[in-house]
């Protein structure tokens, strides 16, 4: 199994969530697929959502599982709902297209 990593730092990643998501693609089409948005404890310490949830799994032994459960619940109803900053994703498409990233 291929260990889990952040996609922004490559540090092991502690948790990776699949969820559903839909889109328009350039002609206006609704595209339906699945988004996955990774927790890291050095890329998301400054989140406020992710602040509960790396607090519980930082803790040992790990908490009981309904305090984990909500804490995801609460982490992952925040970040679905982000969007990408579009300077930021014109940058880094920049960096893609010439090689740089």
Do not use: F, K, Q
């Amino acid at each position: 199994m291929t260990p889990l990593v952040c996609a922004r730092c490559a540090a092991p990643a502690l948790l990776a969530a699949r969820y559903p998501h839909t889109w328009h693609n350039g002609s206006g089409e609704r595209v339906e697929g699945l988004r996955e948005s990774v927790l890291c404890a050095s890329c998301d310490t400054d989140d406020p959502a992710a602040a509960p949830l790396l607090a519980l799994l930082a803790v040992t032994p790990p908490p009981p599982s309904p305090c984990l459960a909500n804490a995801v619940e609460v982490w992952l109803t925040t970040i679905r709902h982000r969007v990408p900053d579009p300077t930021t994703l014109d940058t880094e498409e920049t960096l893609w297209r010439t090689g740089d990233l």
